[in-house]
C-alpha cells in the first residue's frame, strides 16, 4: 500500500545536492518522517564504522518561520544576513544530508 505524502520535496532542481525536503513542523506524519530519516542515518554510520569506512553522514536542519509566524519578532532580519531560527518557533524545516 502506497502512502500519499504532503511533503514538500525539490520539485525540478533542488538548491543544493545536500537537499532532501521540507517539511512541516506542526504535521505529526512528517516529524514521524524526520524521526525515521534520523534512524536510518544512525544506521548507515555504523555499518560505515563496522566496515572500517571513514566517512560518515549526517542530518542537518535548517528552520523557517513561514507566512504570518507569530514569532517573526523575536528575530531582527536586518541587522544580520544568516539568522538561526529557533525549533519551536519554526514553521518549515528544511531537511540536509552532508557527508563528513
Request: glycine residues 2%; hydrophobic residues 25%; charged residues 30%.
Amino acid at each position: 500500500m502506497t502512502v500519499e505524502r504532503k511533503m514538500i520535496t525539490s520539485a525540478g532542481r533542488p538548491r543544493t545536492s545536500n537537499y532532501i525536503a521540507t517539511i512541516n513542523m506542526k504535521d505529526p506524519e512528517d516529524l514521524k518522517w524526520l524521526e525515521y530519516f534520523r534512524k536510518n542515518t544512525k544506521i548507515v554510520n555504523k555499518y560505515y564504522r563496522n566496515n572500517q569506512e571513514e566517512k560518515q553522514i549526517r542530518v542537518s536542519l535548517k528552520h523557517r518561520l513561514g507566512k504570518n509566524n507569530p514569532n517573526r519578532s523575536k528575530y531582527n532580519f536586518r541587522r544580520q544576513s544568516n539568522v538561526w531560527i529557533k525549533e519551536a518557533d519554526a514553521t518549515y524545516t528544511d531537511v540536509y544530508l552532508h557527508q563528513r
